[in-house]
């Protein structure tokens, strides 16, 4: 995977996020707000899920190449699939915590995902296929957890495709954060767990 591909996935982590940051305006970011919904929160959640699927296969072929998961003649995967794939590599990425400022602890999205698929997981496709009796599962908590997990996924995209000292200095995150960046987005000494 080349630099600019890369780029193209953190690119619209960003974009996702500035909506998030953009929502601040009328939302405040806080546990106490986690069950505010609203179309704007569904469309955030639903675009980084869309994403997270994406980056997923990216992953999975990264780790695998013989896999079908990148074959656009063929529709394949799902996140039970994936978990098989990247948890059998990189267990530890159910240990990343993301830091969200006005937040009192650190989320981390993936947390037992080798036992069962994260809750936002599973409410962000109750909201895609059966939005008109879950549309209050569109909510803040499940779209900040769903765009902590995207940030952790391409943190290892870039980390496990040889471009970590890829520079993006100028594509930091606005508002998460992680203790793995650094000028570069992803580098030593601060290393991903999977690859202490």
């Known amino acids: 995977m080349n630099p600019k591909q890369l780029s193209h996935h953190w690119q619209y982590f960003l974009f996702l996020e500035k909506d998030l940051i953009n929502l601040k305006n009328y939302i405040e970011i806080s546990e106490d707000n986690f069950e505010s919904y609203s179309f704007e929160l569904s469309k955030i959640l639903q675009l980084a899920?869309?994403?997270?699927?994406?980056?997923?296969?990216?992953?999975?072929?990264?780790?695998?190449?013989?896999?079908?998961?990148?074959?656009?003649?063929?529709?394949?995967?799902?996140?039970?699939?994936?978990?098989?794939?990247?948890?059998?590599?990189?267990?530890?990425?159910?240990?990343?915590?993301?830091?969200?400022?006005?937040?009192?602890n650190d989320i981390?999205?993936?947390?037992?995902?080798?036992?069962?698929?994260?809750?936002?997981?599973?409410?962000?496709?109750?909201?895609?296929?059966?939005?008109?009796?879950?549309?209050r599962k569109a909510n803040l908590e499940n779209t900040i957890y769903a765009l902590s997990g995207l940030?952790?996924?391409?943190?290892?995209?870039?980390?496990i495709s040889g471009s970590d000292k890829f520079a993006l200095q100028n594509f930091h995150s606005k508002y998460f954060d992680a203790k793995y960046f650094s000028p570069y987005i992803v580098a030593d000494p601060k290393e991903l767990p999977d690859f202490e």
């Open 108 to 135: 981390i999205p993936w947390k037992n995902w080798n036992a069962e698929t994260p809750m936002w997981w599973k409410d962000y496709n109750l909201v895609k296929h059966y939005r008109h009796t879950n549309f």
């Open 151 to 159: 940030m952790v996924l391409n943190l290892y995209m870039i980390r």
């Open 49 to 104: 899920c869309a994403e997270i699927d994406s980056v997923c296969r990216t992953v999975c072929n990264l780790i695998d190449d013989e896999n079908d998961y990148f074959d656009e003649t063929k529709y394949s995967g799902n996140i039970q699939q994936y978990k098989a794939v990247i948890l059998k590599v990189f267990p530890k990425l159910q240990q990343v915590p993301i830091i969200v400022p006005e937040l009192e």
